[in-house]
């Protein structure tokens, strides 16, 4: 009989994608294949829900970890084999189109195995109503965002599950495009969407909203919570202003908003 390192390397070794999640669909195991795939570390994914890290859509741009739509859910009520095809959010916020064939496993959870799809660019073009990336920092943009604050109110009423929303704003920005023109502008914002995207979890996704504006949602945050990672991002992106020339005339500042049953405002 083989040794369960065996088949640890088996796992490891192949050229799809394994991911293993637990009955709460969170994810307990992924291959090396899948951190390549989707740009996450392992330790990134492990313990997460699956819709925090990859963000699956489908091709009509269902949100697939609604319970109508989730191939997982779907997998354990018929209990055979179920293959969707789909798309996965990179970690850096573009779509990958991707086949996912999901099995369940007796007691433990459900296996599926992911590979990206021969269709994928025609699929995507299909897409083109939701890109998902702002053009000049490479962050989510402002439709990806609204989307994203939709799905978590649908998952707030349903289920009660939090979340925050944290706006940054770039005080004496205009005086820069006034000054020293458009350009520079334009790489005083990159580097701060290159901050905010080095700084965020793994769980968060952060865009930008309209010219010096951004914003974070964070699902599963306190309020506690919420002014932490608020304060980090400003302390962070300030830094970063530190070493631009115009570092005399800027500076972020945020407000934040926490989701529960009611909505609590804070001002910062």
Known sequence: MESVSFYEELLEKLHVGVIFVDRNRRITY????????AGYEEDELLGIHCWDSFRPLSSDGNFLADDDHCPILACWSSGGDIKKETFFHHRIGHLIPVVVRATSLTGSGVAAMVEISSGGTSRLEDLHRLPPQDYLTGLANRFYLESTIETRLAELN???????????????????????????GDL????????????????????????????????????VELFEVAERYRLLVRKRLSLSEHRSSISPSRWGELWRQRKIPWTA
């Open 158 to 184: 349903r289920y009660g599950w939090p979340f925050g929303v944290l706006f940054i704003d770039i005080d004496g920005f205009k005086g820069v495009n006034d000054t020293s023109g458009h350009a520079a």
């Open 30 to 37: 992924v291959n090396a294949r899948v951190s390549l795939l």
């Open 188 to 223: 005083v914002l990159i580097a701060i969407g290159t901050t905010l995207l080095n700084c965020m979890r793994s769980s968060d996704v952060v865009g930008r909203w309209g010219g010096d504006e951004f914003l974070a949602v964070l699902p599963n945050v306190g309020l």
